[in-house]
């Protein structure tokens, strides 16, 4: 029976570029919110008035490799490459296994180059040669490959916020039936423009958060939906154990579980009962006793209360509940990487026994949902997510032993 193992992590976001800044960041719940421009086109017509920046990190140290894709690929192709040799950095790899797959989340289209290419076709009758190919999602995977000179299967899933969760899964997966004993997965989203197109977007399906500081409230009563980030990326680097072991890696957590599924109900709702994702939870997870669940936690009113219901049916009261974070409270909710960016979350957890605090007002009722961060033996995990489209998956990963 073949082992799967994480022993390389990369998450770019709002909080940093490296797993322990981030994770500390989460712990002292730090956040790294902007006021929109008031010279920003659509800004009289937004009713938020606060985003998440881009992550801004210092690519000099892979300049050279990464000079390629910083002239002729998108901005979300650019960062996830740098997150892939982050990742692997850390996982101490110099050159992965030639056929290491590729598997790369991606939530919503190139924003900033499609728009960039639309205005320069209106307005010059021209656009750039590079234009069609940094519009394409596929083209982020590609370059990963690209770069690192790789010719392992690479893919771009899409599967709007549950889209890094699937990344790590088809990973695992593809290792556990012995097709590749090396993935680099996770998932890259850019996600802004000159107009806030996306964000205005998000809006009129009232899941931004309209809350006066910019807040995002997870779990919370006064809950009005999440906070919107430009975006990010993250690259967990996903390996069999005996190929870790033998090259003397260090090994954060072993994934033991992945499950996915669709409602099959809305292309916007959860369906209100939950059943299909308590079914998929429940499959997971088994018997088992789950420590830790970072939760899916957008903040909108329907999303939370459906996600705190199925909670409280597989878990039962406060009481006997895992402990319960919402990264995205923090981050901001980055789409397509998300997901990745939550299991390395959970992978830190269960290094540093503890769980990052939550942004809390008048919490729901029957949820072990704390502000405060704990120190917890967290021995075994879930991190959850679930998408637009009804589109579930979650990873479950444990202590290794």
């Not at 800044?21 to 086109?41: A, D, G, M, Y």
């Not at 030639?98 to 307005?123: C, N, R």
């Not at 909710?333 to 957890?349: F, N, R």
Request: aromatic fraction near 6%; include cysteine.
């Amino acid at each position: 029976m073949r082992r799967v193992v994480i022993t390389g992590m990369a998450p770019v976001c709002s909080l940093g570029s490296d797993h322990e800044e981030v994770f500390r960041n989460l712990c002292e719940k730090k956040q790294n919110i902007l006021k929109i421009e008031k010279n920003t086109p659509m800004k009289e017509t937004l009713i938020t008035n606060y985003f998440v920046p881009y992550p801004e990190f210092d690519d000099s140290r892979y300049a050279q490799k990464l000079a390629q894709v910083k002239k002729r690929g998108a901005k979300s192709a650019y960062t996830a490459v740098y997150a892939a040799l982050k990742a692997l950095e850390d996982a101490s790899i110099e050159k992965p296994d030639d056929d290491t797959m590729v598997f790369i989340g991606v939530g919503a289209p190139t924003m900033y180059e499609i728009s960039k290419q639309i205005l320069k076709s209106e307005h010059l009758n021209k656009i750039d040669a590079m234009g069609v190919l940094m519009a394409m999602q596929s083209s982020i995977a590609a370059w990963i490959s690209i770069v690192l000179g790789i010719h392992g299967k690479s893919a771009v899933l899409s599967m709007a916020c549950a889209s890094g969760t699937e990344s790590v899964g088809m990973g695992y997966e593809n290792i556990l039936n012995g097709k590749c004993d090396m993935a680099l997965c996770g998932g890259s989203d850019y996600l802004t423009d000159d107009n806030l197109t996306l964000l205005k977007g998000f809006e009129n399906l009232k899941a931004i958060s309209d809350d006066k500081e910019g807040l995002s409230l997870p779990f919370s009563k006064e809950r009005s939906g999440f906070l919107f980030s430009e975006g990010s990326a993250a690259v967990l680097v996903v390996e069999e154990l005996e190929h870790a072991l033998k090259r003397g890696a260090e090994i954060y957590a072993e994934i033991t579980g992945f499950e996915s599924s669709s409602d099959g109900y809305s292309v916007v709702s959860m369906h209100e009962d939950g059943r299909i994702i308590k079914q998929m939870l429940r499959k997971l997870i088994g018997d088992k006793k789950i420590d830790y669940y970072n939760a899916h936690a957008t903040g909108t009113r329907l999303n939370d209360e459906v996600e705190a219901g199925v909670i409280q049916e597989l878990f039962g009261d406060k009481e006997t509940q895992p402990a319960i974070s919402a990264t995205k409270a923090f981050i901001g909710h980055t789409l397509g990487a998300s997901g990745a960016i939550e299991i390395a979350v959970c992978a830190d957890s269960i290094r540093h026994r503890k769980v990052h605090g939550n942004i809390c007002k008048d919490v729901m009722d029957n949820l072990n949902y704390e502000s405060q961060t704990r120190d917890i033996d967290v021995d075994r995990a879930v991190s959850a997510s679930f998408g637009f489209g009804g589109h579930n998956a979650a990873v479950m990963i444990e202590r290794y032993k």
